[in-house]
């Protein structure tokens, strides 16, 4: 091995022919990341800057688009609600994904398997079944409510049940926790036995033990679930049409509405660029308040 | 609406017992004759598609530039609704003229919108349009004028239909072959009629009222509740009145649902007790679900809509648009239309062959008044800026300015 690479050693030092290696091996994944993403956003960011409706895009370059957005208070209205809901969203799916994964791992290990099928049947099933299954479960005449009045518990049916931000929320989670679950079963994983073992030996109460040894180990794989789930959930614009009331329209039907109902393609793109600074603003926003409390130490995995 | 008989005789005919197909002019004789002399000659696959009501005679090929549009048959792409690509009911046209018929199922007209200005778009054979759109589709040139001497079924239609979309030359932007009305849909076991659209802002319909997200459509159905009596030519004082007005109806709506399907499960579900606006097909809906709906028409009239079908002026298979477009508005597919999706005909000699709530729902009998008198086939806003005219883009922030409210 070593007679055969000689000529290139004394060309190429380890560290190097390591760098060119991992360029190598990576430069496929950056040539699909660049063609399917950055080409694309690119130019949506050119477009943002033209002027554009049904007859097309034209005009120079402006700020124009991006001065009507900023201005517009339905969008602000839109994005506080997009925000809110992405955010109990993600904190709902966190907490029913840490309770399933720590169950599974810390309590029933010889279910990890069929935990991990029953979360995929979940993720497989139907976005839009899911969606509908909601709409019967939580309406006047649904399971809840029925089940509510014909046991006299209730008089009326309870109305702030579907058609409200309850419902929305709900249901975004009921639709992404699944994937919260998957992501911290893994990080869980890699949480040795020993590891909780020694802190318990060391008089730590559960709490603590959660506190300072799990969440920590674990702090990357919560910052991965909480974010993705919070732009997944904050970009929506399906569910809160069909269970959302009157004031939960969120900022992916304002930006659905240019590309569509308008054809104004470089304002869409404005709203999207706008859209897409501030969510990842948010989600910087929740990696520093991770790290200010700890959860995400140098070294966690 | 009380149910209706089925129509004795056709009211645009003088003659009562005989049909437009049988009251056929002088001059329409002579376009089928021509039209059949060509086909004959030209294109037998274009008799089989066209030529079902055509009589047998032969005369000189006055269409000739239906000659230029091809042979029918291969593959036809069509844009539009499900169901208003025929389903099993058109198959047998399909296979008798060897097309291969590809379909995108569109949610809404703004789905054609964004479709035809795609490379793929751009080379479908027959797309869904909806009238008020007509005049930007016009303009934006995206159409292929059809010429009516192409459509051997055409003089069998209503004509005050195609003359919602016929150009200043005489053809035709898309060829009608549906038509319904957005009238106020509610649950009669809850509630009267309303008088009004502004009786919705009364506080016993709080949390009763379903809105639909169909931006162009809310818009034209506020302006006639606020007085606007041509709601495509609307002013940006008259859109900030409606805006206003829209804001108030949400305020006691409980959701905007996401489509007419949906009001109709809210309203079995019981969720809601009527919609802000509603469609008549919402009737049929809810009646498969069991349940009993009703459509008002306020005295500010109501929404009309009429659907086409066009053929985008890049189709690579125009001729067969063309024959597919002649089929829907044939005998067989109109009865589909009127049965099938419970929707209005534009061809009033199958008015008879209609049953069940395809007849209820539609009342023929009072075709006229409900067309002079409670409908308004409004139009879109104009896409470019027109003085004090209010564009299609400020209609559409209008909406969402309302939805957020």
């Known amino acids: 091995m070593d007679h055969r690479l000689g000529g290139r050693e004394g060309i190429l030092n380890p560290e190097l022919r390591s760098r ?12 699909l990341l660049l063609a399917l993403l950055f080409v694309p956003l690119g130019i949506g960011l050119w477009y943002s800057f033209r002027q554009g409706s049904l007859y097309g895009i034209s005009g120079g370059l402006s700020f124009d688009n991006y001065s009507e957005v900023l201005g517009r208070e339905t969008f602000w209205k839109a994005i506080r609600t997009s925000v809110l809901f992405g955010l109990a969203t993600a904190a709902i799916s966190l907490v029913v994904g ?13 279910l990890a398997k069929v935990a991990v099928a029953v979360v995929l049947l979940a993720v497989f099933g139907g976005y839009l079944v899911r969606i509908y299954a909601w709409r019967t479960i939580l309406g006047e005449s649904g399971v809840i409510n029925s089940a509510l009045t014909t046991s006299g518990l209730l008089d009326e049916p309870l109305s702030w049940l579907l058609f409200s931000p309850t419902a929305v929320v709900l249901t975004l989670g009921s639709i992404y926790a699944p994937y919260a679950t998957l992501i911290i079963m893994s990080g869980l994983e890699s949480v040795r036995d020993d590891e909780v073992e020694a802190a318990r ?23 991965l679930a909480f974010t993705l789930i919070f732009l997944l959930a904050a970009a929506d614009y399906v569910i809160p049409p069909l269970v959302g009331g009157p004031d939960t329209q969120m900022v992916g039907v304002l930006i659905a509405n240019q590309f569509m109902a308008t054809g104004d393609i470089p304002l869409g793109a404005a709203y999207g660029f706008v859209t897409l600074l501030l969510l990842v603003f948010f989600g910087t926003l929740i990696w520093a308040a991770m790290r200010v409390c700890g959860l995400l130490p140098k070294g966690a995995r | 609406m009380k149910p209706s008989k089925a129509p004795q005789r056709h009211p645009f005919v003088d003659d009562p017992g005989i049909s437009r197909a049988q009251a056929m002019t002088r001059g329409a004789f002579l376009r089928r ?9 030209a294109a037998g696959s274009v008799l089989a598609a066209c030529g079902s009501d055509s009589s047998s005679s032969s005369g000189n090929a006055s269409a000739g530039s239906l000659e230029e549009l091809g042979q029918v048959g291969g593959q036809l792409q069509i844009l539009t609704y499900a169901g208003y690509e025929g389903a099993n009911a058109i198959k047998p046209f399909l296979k008798k003229n060897g097309i291969d018929a590809k379909t995108t199922f569109i949610n809404s007209q703004d789905d054609v919108s964004t479709r035809l200005r795609s490379p793929a778009g751009k080379k479908a054979d027959a797309a869904q349009l909806g009238v008020a759109q007509v005049d930007i589709y016009r303009n934006l ?6 010429q009516k001497e192409w459509f051997s079924n055409f003089d069998a239609v209503e004509p005050r239909f195609p003359k919602l979309t016929e150009n200043e030359d005489g053809t035709l932007t898309s060829m009608p072959f549906v038509w319904g009305s957005l009238g106020w849909n509610y649950l009669p076991d809850k509630l009267e009629p309303i008088e009004s659209w502004q009786d919705l802002l009364d506080p016993k319909f709080k949390g009763k009222i379903a809105m639909v997200d169909d931006p162009v459509s809310s818009i034209q159905t506020g302006a006639l509740a606020v007085g606007v009596k041509e709601p495509g030519r609307m002013t940006k004082d008259e859109l900030a ?32 007790w009527c919609s802000f606006q509603g469609w008549n097909a919402v009737q049929a809906f809810a009646a498969e679900k ?21 053929v985008p002026a890049e189709s690579d298979n125009p001729a067969t648009g063309v024959a597919f477009i002649n089929e ?29 709530l395809g007849k209820e729902v539609f009342n023929y009998n009072d075709f006229d008044e409900i067309f002079n008198t409670k409908l308004n086939f409004a139009l879109d806003a104009p896409i470019e800026p027109d003085g004090d005219i209010a564009t299609h883009e400020e209609w559409i922030t209008a909406w969402e300015d309302v939805k957020a409210s």
């Open chain 1, 20 to 31: 060119l290696s991992a360029i190598g091996l990576a430069s496929p994944l950056g040539l």
């Open chain 1, 98 to 110: 840490f309770i399933i994964a720590r169950y599974v791992r810390f309590e029933k290990r010889t």
């Open chain 1, 201 to 223: 030996d060391l008089g730590a109460s559960p709490f603590r033990v959660y506190q300072r040894v799990v969440l920590p180990l674990i702090g990357r794989s919560i910052l």
């Open chain 2, 33 to 41: 004759a021509a039209m059949l002399g060509f086909t004959v000659t």
């Open chain 2, 141 to 146: 040139g995206l159409f292929l004028p059809l």
């Open chain 2, 241 to 272: 009145e409606t805006k206003e007005f829209l804001m108030k109806v949400k305020a006691n709506a409980r959701t905007v649902a996401a489509w007419y399907g949906d009001i109709a499960d809210m309203l079995v579900a019981g969720d809601v």
């Open chain 2, 290 to 310: 069991g349940g009993v709906v009703h459509t008002g028409y306020p005295k500010e009239k109501v929404v009309g809509f009429v659907d086409t079908f066009g």
């Open chain 2, 328 to 356: 829907m508005i044939g005998k067989k597919m109109q009865t589909y239309v009127g049965n099938d999706l419970v929707s209005g005909v534009v061809r009033l000699d199958v008015v008879p062959n209609i049953k069940g």
